[in-house]
């Protein structure tokens, strides 16, 4: 069985205060002067995130003076590449593992640029020329969970092999100008259509939840000679897709840039996949979820959570490493269950034969499920 052997993660040293993010809004919105009836929900709509406060990497400088979109994409690459960097260094630091050592890179990201981040990070760092790389876009939230499986099932043909997993996600870039735009267009054509009420308002969701990071993790396959080192091995993994649900959740590219797209039925959605491939995969080991001492449950947001363990009945103990992580950074999307699984490492907080579950839901709508074992 694979096993993960080091972790590091990398966020953004400006970090906002929720109620200073809320006020910025609202003031933006109130700045339109435009009729918007909703104005009243939006301290409430980020207080009800349960988000203490998140790490921007593009601050909130030029927010009334908004980037237009390729000036935009172009900080958030800029950005995004400087805290990969930043995850890297410290994770060859941490494991004593040079880039030379590496002959596989797996990147995980919702940030879309050619070339993709880990030709990036080639150039900046001394990885091999013949480096296996596959970057993965488009699964969302769900990328961190699904880049272990992928890494774990390169290194299962490669056991002699060392793979690194980089996640990353720019949660600041609508701030940046896509937000102010889109709003704007939204709260005019409200004067027309009423339907569109509830579309501003999921657009005030997502800017309650997503912050900015990036995490990653040193995988070996078990003839590798680091393959006896302290680490979660990964015993299995579970896949869930969703068929008929591809406009729940995701993103799409409008006019005024980026738009996030969350549908009302996500929570609901996310507990039942949970569930069914949590049952499916502790059933196929033989495995009752009292047996599994170590969770990392992405936080998609508060009802999620609360949706999810009303439908597995999980314990307040599996569910605080989500809580507390989305109170700290908010919802990093695919670099979320990463960054857990670093703090986690760097508590040394498992006992040799314990067992742990890490899981993600994403776009498609899907559901990725691991199972590890220390």
């Known amino acids: 069985m694979p096993r993960i052997i080091a972790t590091a993660s990398s966020l953004p040293s400006t970090y906002y205060e929720q109620t200073l993010l809320a006020q910025t809004l609202e003031h933006y919105i109130a700045s339109l002067e435009r009729p918007f009836e909703g104005l009243w929900l939006v301290a409430d709509i980020f207080k009800n995130a349960k988000v203490r406060g998140r790490h921007f990497a593009i601050p909130l400088d030029s927010f009334y003076e908004p980037l237009d979109i390729g000036q935009g994409h172009r900080r958030m690459v800029e ?100 937000l102010q735009r889109d709003l704007e267009h939204l709260i005019e054509q409200l004067q027309r259509d009423s339907a569109v009420y509830p579309v501003i308002l999921s657009q005030v969701v997502a800017a309650s939840l997503f912050g900015d990071g990036a995490a990653a993790l040193l995988m070996v396959g078990d003839e590798h000679p680091l393959a006896t080192k302290p680490g979660p091995r990964v015993v299995d993994t579970r896949s869930v897709f969703v068929p008929g649900t591809v406009g729940l959740m995701g993103m799409n590219m409008e006019d005024a840039g980026p738009r996030n797209v969350l549908g009302v039925d996500v929570p609901e959605m996310a507990s039942r996949t949970f569930a069914e491939g949590l049952g499916t995969l502790l059933a196929e080991h033989a495995v009752d979820a009292s047996r599994v001492a170590h969770w990392f449950i992405h936080p998609g947001g508060p009802k999620v959570l609360q949706e999810l363990q009303a439908a597995t009945r999980l314990p307040d103990a599996a569910l605080a490493p989500s809580w507390s992580v989305l109170h700290d950074v908010g919802n990093l999307s695919s670099a979320t269950v990463l960054h857990m699984l670093d703090q986690h490492h760097d508590a040394n907080g498992a006992k040799a034969g314990e067992l742990g579950l890490l899981t993600a839901m994403g776009p498609g709508f899907s559901e990725e499920l691991v199972l590890l074992q220390w």
């Open 79 to 178: 950005e995004r590449n400087a805290l990969c960097a930043n995850a890297l260094s410290r994770l060859f630091e941490k494991s004593g593992v040079a880039a030379s050592d590496i002959t596989q890179l797996t990147s995980v990201t919702s940030v879309m640029s050619i070339p993709s981040v880990d030709a990036e990070m080639m150039n900046r760092f001394g990885f091999r020329r013949d480096l296996k790389r596959a970057p993965l876009l488009g699964l969302g939230c769900q990328a961190g969970a699904a880049g272990i499986s992928r890494v774990t099932d390169y290194l299962r043909g490669h056991p002699r092999e060392a793979a690194i997993l980089l996640g990353v996600e720019m949660g600041s870039s609508i701030w940046a100008g896509p």
